[in-house]
């Protein structure tokens, strides 16, 4: 229960691998995958869950291996939420920017292409926001976390 089969480093070294890992691969996904979690999302991520376990553990199933794990997991995501809050740089490769969808009634259509963001997930966002159509619009951003804010024109702009 408490015996290691491995050293210690190496489980440290697995689950850092492992974590940095799926952070790409679920940071290549775009942005609305991670921030707005569908029912099959949610499902993908515990699978990849539990795809990765047997790649942090390797096959050592003790106590002893799991809270090294989680300490790792837990100190490695401390490390890139310090990095991210101190550096512009790392705050864009790991969580991305904010890109715009719609300015002053404009769609930029690519934008939304390049993010999987399709119309019905915009008209969404819009009725949110009581805007009948895009000319009423501002400004719509994708933000990093996955939703999309919208700014209506002033009545004196409209």
């Known amino acids: 229960m408490w015996t290691l089969s491995l050293p210690y480093w190496e489980f440290i070294a697995r689950a850092v691998l492992v974590y940095v890992f799926v952070m790409m691969s679920l940071r290549l996904t775009g942005k609305r995958q991670i921030g707005e979690l569908a029912p099959f ?13 047997n790649a942090m553990n390797g096959g050592d199933n003790t106590v ?6 989680t300490i790792s997991l ?13 550096s512009k740089t ?6 991305g920017r904010p890109e715009v ?9 690519d934008v939304m292409k390049c ?13 949110q926001n009581d805007c009948v159509s895009i000319d009423v619009v ?8 996955g939703h999309i804010n919208v700014i209506k024109k002033d009545a004196a702009h409209a």
């Open 41 to 53: 999302d949610f499902v993908l991520l515990l699978l990849l869950s539990n795809g990765v376990q």
């Open 64 to 69: 002893t291996a799991g809270f090294i794990i």
């Open 74 to 86: 837990l100190s490695i995501n401390g490390l890139v939420a310090w990095a991210t809050y101190r």
């Open 90 to 95: 790392a705050e864009k490769v790991i969580e």
């Open 101 to 109: 969808l719609i300015h002053n009634g404009y769609l930029y259509s």
């Open 115 to 127: 993010n999987r963001i399709t119309h019905h997930e915009l008209n969404n966002a819009l009725r």
């Open 138 to 145: 501002r400004l719509a951003v994708l933000e990093t976390n």
